[in-house]
């Protein structure tokens, strides 16, 4: 049991929106910045979106982050079925002094 | 382009030790911190452990407190984790990843560059 909580599963049709959430706590979500990952079936994780809100460069404007308390949220906009993966949030946790991962959002595009 | 390739994985038996190794390229590696991550067959990502740019800070996941070690070569541009003590529940894919702010602690910004990871197998 993660103390980052998302949701098992999400599902979207192409060109669609679909959002996807973190839910954490003040020891992590609320004191410290929090990361989103995308991985794609068979392969390593890659830095989707850091701070918040931050796209790192080569990634589209199509994903885009946000955070609201201890909670933070990635959406994906104009989905495509190559955006099929495991999504997970992450952020620094003060109380298990370490990172922290969630147990994942399996984006399955219809 | 950064580059980090890991190595020293294997199959090995209960209670044995491995070191693995990460070789890093493409970037001023001794001015970012850097981490280890897992993941178990089918399962999620877990954080091991993580270095700053100077040894100076170092951090453990308490599942593995105590029975691994992260060290760092800034001379040789590499990066490593001494797995002692080998239990099943230690079979999965291990990453190195690269900090995302330079010059930053462990805690700052967390991963960005990942390597494509060594599996390790811990079985009788």
């Not at chain 2, 990453?95 to 462990?106: E, L, N, P, Q, R």
Request: hydrophobic share 30%.
């Amino acid at each position: 049991q993660s103390v980052l909580t998302q949701p098992p599963s999400a599902s979207g049709t192409p060109g669609r929106r679909v959002t996807m959430s973190c839910s954490g706590s003040y020891s992590n979500i609320g004191r410290h910045t929090a990361n989103w990952y995308q991985q794609l079936p068979g392969t390593a994780p890659k830095l989707l979106i850091y701070n918040f809100n931050q796209r790192p460069s080569g990634v589209p404007d199509r994903f885009s982050g946000s955070k609201s308390g201890t909670s933070t949220s990635l959406a994906i906009s104009g989905l495509q079925s190559d955006d099929e993966g495991d999504y997970y949030c992450a952020a620094w946790d003060d109380s298990l002094n370490g990172w922290v991962f969630g147990g994942g959002t399996k984006l399955t595009v219809l | 382009e950064v580059h980090l390739v890991e190595s020293g994985g294997g199959l090995v038996q209960p209670g044995r030790s491995l070191r693995l190794s990460c070789a890093a390229s493409g970037f001023t590696f001794d001015d970012y911190a850097m981490h280890w991550v897992r993941q178990g067959p089918g399962k999620g990502l877990e954080w091991l452990s993580g270095i700053s740019w100077n040894s100076g800070r170092i951090a453990y996941a308490d599942s593995v407190k105590g029975r691994f070690t992260i060290s760092r070569d800034n001379a040789k541009n590499s990066l490593y984790l001494q797995v002692n003590s080998l239990r099943a529940e230690d079979t999965a894919m291990y990453y190195c990843a690269k900090d995302i702010g330079s010059g930053k602690g462990i805690n700052d910004y967390g991963m960005d560059v990942w390597g494509q990871g060594t599996t390790v197998t811990v079985s009788s």
